[in-house]
C-alpha cells in the first residue's frame, strides 16, 4: 500500500485530511461497497461487475492494474480502478465516491491518481465507459482531457453508451 500524491493543484483536498492510497485488502470491502451502491440505485449489478468487486486482486492486480482509495479520517470516501488492456492503455473503471461525500473533489483527486499511475507505468492512453446519465463524471473526465471515441466493442456492460479516451 502506498500512498499517492497525484496532483499539486488538489493540495487543498489532501490538506484537508484525505489521502489517496493504492489496493489494500483491509479496503476490499468498501471497494464493492461503494460501487454497488451506485450501480444498485442507477442501474442493474452485471456479472462483470460482481467479478471485478468482488475479487479485485484477481482481475485487477493481477493483471497489471490498481485499485486507488480516498480515505478521509481513516474511512474510505471514494474508489476507482485502473485496469490495464495492453502495455500501453488502461481502463479507468469501477469509480465511486459515497453518496455524503460528492462535490468534495475526491473524484478529481482519485481520477488524478489514477492518470499518474498510468503515466508512470508508460501508458499512451486511458479509456473509459459511462452513461450520458452521469453527468457530474463526465464533465470530470471532460475537464481532465477525456474526448468521446466511437462505440467500443470491448464494453462489457450493457449500461454504457459512451465511450472515452485520454491520450497521455
Not at 66 to 93: D, P, Q, S, W
Not at 143 to 167: K, P, T, W
Amino acid at each position: 500500500m502506498s500512498s499517492i500524491d497525484a496532483n499539486a493543484s488538489m493540495r487543498s483536498v489532501a490538506d484537508a485530511g484525505v489521502k489517496v492510497i493504492t489496493f489494500h485488502p483491509q479496503y476490499r470491502a468498501d471497494f464493492a461497497r461503494l460501487n454497488y451502491a451506485w450501480i444498485t440505485k442507477l442501474f442493474a449489478v452485471e456479472p462483470p461487475d460482481q467479478r471485478i468487486l468482488d475479487n479485485p486482486e484477481q482481475e485487477i492486480i493481477a493483471h497489471g492494474g490498481e485499485v486507488f482509495f480516498a480515505i478521509k479520517n481513516g474511512n474510505v470516501v471514494g474508489t476507482v480502478a485502473l485496469k490495464e488492456e495492453t502495455g500501453t492503455t488502461y481502463e479507468l473503471t469501477k469509480m465511486a465516491v459515497d453518496e455524503s461525500q460528492r462535490g468534495s473533489g475526491y473524484g478529481k483527486l482519485l481520477l488524478d491518481a489514477a492518470i499518474a499511475y498510468a503515466r508512470s507505468k508508460g501508458a499512451k492512453f486511458i479509456v473509459l465507459s459511462s452513461h450520458t446519465s452521469l453527468t457530474p463524471a463526465l464533465t470530470m473526465y471532460r475537464h481532465a482531457g477525456f474526448v468521446d471515441r466511437q462505440s467500443c466493442a470491448e464494453s462489457c456492460y450493457s449500461r454504457c453508451n459512451i465511450f472515452m479516451q485520454l491520450a497521455l
